[in-house]
């Protein structure tokens, strides 16, 4: 096999709460199975790869970071509705997710977008912060939230995840919430943290849809470090999972 072209957009304006975690996870894990991987930085102003990637990543930011690449978005996004269509895994994170979006409205004022994901954002100075627990179609996942953004999907777009148990997700109130948006191989979410390395299952699904494009099955991971990094997952999972609420936030067991 060719080795895995993995794009990690902005990296300096949309890489906060270790962003970059999501592409050393997809990186690591596939290196893991024997798999070679190349990883393109794009920076606002460069020309994308000459080939098409597997798997694109973009990651959260402030307001001032998304404006820094607005020019450049639409330069590519054309390069990114072509690539995302055609069955390309995508993570877009927070800001990067509505950047993403068809639309997105910060205070009142209309950015464009790169129009990929089907989902539409509106932002105002009210932000959602906390831990989110919620179920998904490949078990609980979590993560962590910091963002301004209400996110509404179109189009019969369905979520990454449902059930909330804690946190907001696209910005509906505790309990009523989604998270997310899951379209084939491409993943919209508010989850930082960074989201793949606590919830490795999801690096693994972008791994698979990556590989089955090119017609192979994605090969068992195996090694010390790959069993060293899921326990951590696990008990980093199990610890945010079971936490409970005390007078400060919530309180995570031996803590």
């Known amino acids: 096999m060719t080795a895995l072209q993995i794009l990690h957009l902005y990296p300096q304006e949309l890489g906060v709460f ?5 592409v050393l996870a997809l990186q690591r894990r596939s290196e893991w199975r024997g798999l070679d991987v190349t990883v393109w930085q794009h920076q606002v102003g460069a020309a994308l790869p000459k080939a098409a990637p597997d798997i694109v990543v973009v990651g959260n930011g402030p307001h001032s970071g998304m404006r820094a690449v607005l020019s450049d978005l639409q330069q590519i996004a054309p390069a ?12 877009a994170v927070a800001a990067g997710w509505q ?3 068809q639309s997105l409205t910060i205070d009142g004022e209309a950015v464009p977008t790169a129009a990929v994901l089907p989902s539409v954002a509106t ?3 009210r932000r959602f912060v906390s831990e989110i627990v919620a179920h998904s179609s490949r078990g609980l996942i979590m993560g962590f939230e910091n963002h301004a953004a209400v996110t509404e999907l179109v189009d019969g777009a369905q979520p990454l995840a449902t059930d909330i148990k804690r ?3 696209n910005g509906v109130p505790e309990g009523a919430a989604v998270e997310g948006v899951l379209v084939g191989a491409a993943i919209g ?8 390395p606590l919830n490795p299952t999801w690096a693994d699904y972008l791994l698979e849809q990556a590989v089955a494009r090119r017609g192979e099955v994605l090969p068992a991971i195996t090694g010390e470090w790959a069993e060293i990094a899921d326990t951590y997952a696990e008990q980093a999972r199990h610890g945010v999972a079971n936490a409970v609420p005390g007078a400060k936030g919530w309180l995570v067991a031996g803590t």
Do not use: C, I, Q
Not at 80 to 91: K, M, P
Not at 189 to 196: A, D, E, K, Q, V
């Open 123 to 125: 932002v105002s100075k």
């Open 80 to 91: 990114l509705r072509e690539w995302v269509s055609a069955g390309a895994g995508l993570l």
């Open 18 to 22: 270790g962003d970059v975690g999501n």
């Open 99 to 101: 950047l993403l979006g």
């Open 167 to 169: 946190g907001f997700g």
């Open 189 to 196: 979410t508010n989850l930082g943290g960074p989201f793949l």
